[in-house]
């Protein structure tokens, strides 16, 4: 029933591009696994090796902490319609904090220079390994909308505020391995 493949083809394009929600699985040695749900709002698959997505500021950063140490990470998105698949990307990832140049290039090119409230990185993932899977035992779920939480909380709160939760609550991983945040609360 899986089935892997070297890169994305249309199919699983269109696949990706008609989801609501991801996963994204990271971890280094030592460390203790992360997985965390995502909108796809903010998804991109640029192309058939390469996705990006951009990333709120939140309770954690474990992506953020991991890709720098170990670089492994998975993507995983699951169809809840009638038609079952679940989707893999399998590759090495980095993390471009909102700081760095190479974060206004992506965020034009692949964003159309938008971007949420609270943005604080752009994740990357450069996958070899592209794996589908039957998906029959995902149950059927329909999507209602966004939630919009997360964003009001980051518009309700000044550039300085933001970098201070940063500072405070992104700077390391919860078993302790650095961010990019962690030179905010310098």
Not at 39 to 44: H, I, L, Y
Not at 86 to 112: C, E, Q, S
Request: with cysteine.
């Amino acid at each position: 029933m899986a089935q892997q493949y070297d890169k994305l083809d249309e199919r699983l394009h269109k696949m990706i591009a008609a989801q609501h929600i991801f996963f994204t699985a990271t971890a280094a040695e030592g460390t203790r696994i992360n997985i965390s749900p995502r909108s796809t709002e903010w998804f991109r698959a640029i192309d058939d090796h390469t996705a990006l997505y951009l990333d709120q500021t939140g309770s954690g950063n474990e992506t953020a902490a991991h890709l720098p140490a170990d670089g492994r990470m998975t993507i995983m998105m699951c169809s809840f319609d009638a038609a079952p698949m679940i989707l893999r990307l399998y590759g090495k990832g980095d993390v471009i904090p909102y700081t760095h140049a190479d974060y206004a290039t992506l965020k034009t090119n692949y964003f159309d220079g938008r971007e949420p409230a609270g943005a604080r990185q752009i994740v990357r993932l450069r996958f070899d390994l592209v794996q589908t899977s039957c998906g029959y035992g995902v149950p059927h779920f329909a999507y209602e909308s966004e939630r919009d939480t997360l964003t009001k909380w980051a518009q309700d709160r000044s550039p300085d505020d933001m970098r201070a939760y940063r500072a405070k609550k992104n700077a390391k991983s919860i078993d302790g391995l650095p961010t990019w945040a962690a030179s905010e609360a310098e």
